[in-house]
């Protein structure tokens, strides 16, 4: 999906190259919306905050999928609502949005390509919306772990990323890191949490 969606927009009107580094906002809640972005390397994470200051992760972005906000932004022709930030170097393509209007119109591969891809981004917020409504938050902590953990166990992650992670309060994440670094599953250091006991986390990850 993703050499299609490249491969068509290169031939869109006004499509231009586009890298970010590691860290950098490409969009905040409010920003008017520049174009739709054809990623070809890298990963954006896209967070929604409350009027008190949480924060969730929505969905990441990655080659071959498309950031639901900017496809609602450019659609609907209105502001960003969340934040996107760059976690992994990325090398895009921006279309802009009269061209991507064309794209839309007139070729059937990248229409079918993008509308696909909303298809399966709304599977994600599907499952995110289950998590939140019907999973505990030991298990939400141990699932975001094994997939923040590298080879060697290490996830470099604060208490206050993990809870932006699942959508809890930064407290009641501490909380449960504490205890689970009691009970021997984890050890704690600042900005970095390791796995000690890798089968006993992936079983609390598990927990029907």
Partial sequence: MVNRMVSNAEKAQGVRPMRAGVGDRLFRSGDPCP?????????IKVTISSASGRE??????QPGEICLQTFTCLVQHRAYG???????????????????????INDTAFRSAVMNSVAE????????????????LEQRVATA??????GDGLARVTHED???????????????LSTMAKQG?????????QVLRRAALQRLADEV
Avoid: C, K, N
């Fill in 35 to 43: 174009g739709f972005l054809a990623l070809e390397r890298g990963s």
């Fill in 56 to 61: 969730i992760v929505l969905y990441r972005v």
């Fill in 82 to 104: 969340a934040e996107g930030v760059v976690e992994e170097a990325i090398e895009a393509l921006l279309i802009p949005p009269g061209a991507f209007d064309q794209l839309m």
């Fill in 121 to 136: 981004r709304f599977v994600d917020f599907e499952r995110t919306v289950e998590a939140l409504a019907f999973t505990g």
């Fill in 145 to 150: 772990l094994v997939r923040l953990i590298d």
């Fill in 162 to 176: 993990l809870a932006i992670e699942i959508g809890s309060a930064r407290e009641a994440v501490s909380r449960l």
């Fill in 185 to 193: 599953i984890l050890a704690l250091s600042r900005g970095r949490v």
